[in-house]
């Protein structure tokens, strides 16, 4: 069984700093595109970091700068370095790895598989 679990989140001032960790099993990530999707209370899922398995990087344009993806394929795992983060990045942060359908596009990546997702919060 694919399963994406996330780690990392919580609550933080404005300005603070947050690493998101995602462990992938029953599934190697290796040659699979991965990324980063949020949800915030109220507003739709959406995309913020994608990365694919030659290391290529892309970011929505809210988070550009800010945060940094990258993977280790040894360690069979993703991750999301988020840097001066302001109230507005407060959402649930879910990790996506491709699947075998590709249920959601971003950036010219497909994701397939979900974890249950982690918390951030920013207060200011």
């Known amino acids: 069984q694919v399963r994406l679990v996330e780690s990392g989140g919580g609550s933080v001032q404005a300005g603070g700093s947050l690493r998101l960790s995602c462990r992938a099993s029953?599934?190697?990530?290796?040659?699979?595109?991965m990324g980063w999707f949020r949800q915030a209370p109220g507003k739709g899922r959406e995309g913020i970091a994608g990365i694919d398995s030659d290391g290529s990087t892309r970011y929505a344009n809210s988070v550009t700068g800010r945060f940094t993806i990258s993977r280790d394929n040894a360690k069979n795992s993703l991750y999301l370095q988020m840097n001066n983060l302001k109230p507005e990045d407060t959402a649930m942060y879910y990790c996506?790895?491709?699947?075998?359908?590709?249920?959601?596009?971003?950036?010219?990546?497909?994701?397939?598989?979900w974890g249950q997702g982690t918390q951030v919060t920013v207060s200011s």
């Open positions: 029953g599934y190697t990530i290796r040659s699979a595109d």
């Open positions: 996506a790895a491709q699947g075998p359908y590709g249920e959601t596009w971003w950036q010219g990546l497909r994701f397939g598989y």
